[in-house]
Structures are given as C-alpha cells and as structure tokens.
C-alpha cells in the first residue's frame, strides 16, 4: 500500500529540547516536502527536497532542518524548539509524470512546544 | 511574488447543487503549477489535481471539474451534484518553476464547503 508515514503522531515538549519528526515513504518517489498548519495562518511550506542530498527553504524556514540522506525519509529537525513551533506538521511525497502528478501526505503531526 | 486568494471564506449548500469554489493567483513566471487539495474534516490533506501552465485544457474527474483560465489568473474547481461527504476545507496552491521542476509552494487561505443533506 502506497503511503507517507511520520512519527511520532503526537508530541509535547519544552522549549530548547531538540527533536525529530520522522517522515517516509514507500513510493520511491524523488519529491517530499514539509509543510505548517496554523489557524488563520493557513498552510505554509517549510523544506522541500527534490532527490536524496537535494534540499531547499520554502516559506517558513527558520527554526527548522532538514536531511535527504535516502530517497525515502526526509526528517523535520527542531534544533531548539520554541512555542511558535507550536503547530500541525505534515510531510509529503509526490512524483511528476506527464501532464499528471501523484501526491501523498502523511497523516499529521501534532506539536505542542511549552 | 507570487500569491493565491480564494475569496470565498465558506460556502454552504444543499445537497446536489454544484458549487464552484474561486482560486485567483498572481505569478510573474511563464511556467508554473496550480494545485487543489482537500482537507476533510478528519484533518487529512488530500491531493486532487496539479496543472501546468501551459496545459489550459480543462479537467474532469467523475464529479469535479477544473476551469483554468490564464487570461483572468483562475484556477476554479466545480463540485457537480456534491454529497455530504465534499465537505471539507479545498485549498488552492501555486508553485512557480525557478530553479527546477519542483519548487516551493504557496497555498490559498482554503474555502470551508459545508454539504447539508
């Protein structure tokens, strides 16, 4: 089954305290990009990786790593989480053929920074 | 810079009426590519349709329909006959081609569709 995966799905932690958001996905698709849902700020890109070792910012960059060591995972890091971080984070996937695409997204991931 | 509007903050309907949901972009590059995607009310993004900009030909798929119109920078979406189950929250999104094929993306603020049975 064709399908992005991100964990953890939940997450509380405090301000300063490093973590990862882990995202994968099975299609071998080259494509996969992080993106922000905030109310009333709507949905904001973060990275984009387009091949293994290829990245780059997209909106809202700050604040935030990414790596494309393998085609399949590409982790959001927070090297020192702030309260603004606060937000629902999804990873996607998606490949271009022709005048089509096919895009996935993984379920969501929702942080809360204290 | 680029920029989506999506002027229609909520929509309700009534059970099999169409509905048209607006998306308006402002680009300054030749080639770029339009998105819808929906978000249901369980949270799940969900992606519909990409169009290129030199592709104007309209698009069905079984009850949706996709008007891209250049000339007046639209790119709107046509729910036939909807069902309860369309509604959801259908974002508009654009991504200029500057570096490469891919590049980054911006989304429309999203229209809030509520089907009553």
């Known amino acids: 089954e064709a399908q992005v995966t991100q964990n953890p799905r939940y997450l509380i932690t405090v301000t300063g305290k490093k973590l990862t958001v882990t995202c994968s996905q099975n299609?071998?698709?080259?494509?996969m990009s992080w993106y922000r849902q905030d109310p009333g700020l709507g949905l904001r890109q973060i990275y984009y990786?387009?091949?293994?070792?290829?990245?780059d910012k997209g909106d809202v960059p700050e604040g935030y790593k990414v790596s494309r060591k393998e085609k399949r995972n590409f982790p959001l890091i927070l090297e020192s989480p702030s309260p603004n971080q606060t937000s629902l984070y999804f990873c996607?996937?998606?490949?271009?053929?022709?005048?089509?695409?096919?895009?996935?997204f993984g379920p969501g991931t929702r942080l809360l920074v204290l | 810079a680029q920029k989506v509007t999506q002027a229609q903050t909520e929509i309700s309907v009534v059970e099999k009426e169409d509905v048209t949901l607006d998306c308006v972009y402002e680009?300054?590059?030749?080639?770029?590519?339009l998105f819808w995607y929906k978000q249901p009310p369980s949270g799940e993004l969900v992606f519909l349709i990409r169009?290129?900009?030199?592709?104007?030909q309209n698009e069905i798929s079984g009850r949706y329909s996709w008007n891209f119109q250049k000339s007046t920078s639209s790119f709107n979406f046509t729910i036939t006959a909807s069902q309860v189950v369309d509604s959801a929250v259908y974002f508009c999104?654009?991504?200029?081609?500057?570096?490469?094929?891919?590049?980054?993306?911006?989304f429309g603020p999203g229209t809030s569709l509520s089907v009553i049975p």
């Open positions: 996607a996937s998606s490949v271009r053929q022709g005048r089509g695409e096919t895009q996935y």
């Open positions: 299609m071998n698709h080259e494509y």
């Open positions: 990786s387009m091949n293994v070792e290829v990245t």
């Open positions: 680009t300054r590059d030749t080639t770029y590519y």
């Open positions: 169009r290129n900009s030199f592709d104007e």
């Open positions: 999104a654009l991504s200029e081609e500057v570096k490469t094929s891919y590049d980054k993306v911006i």
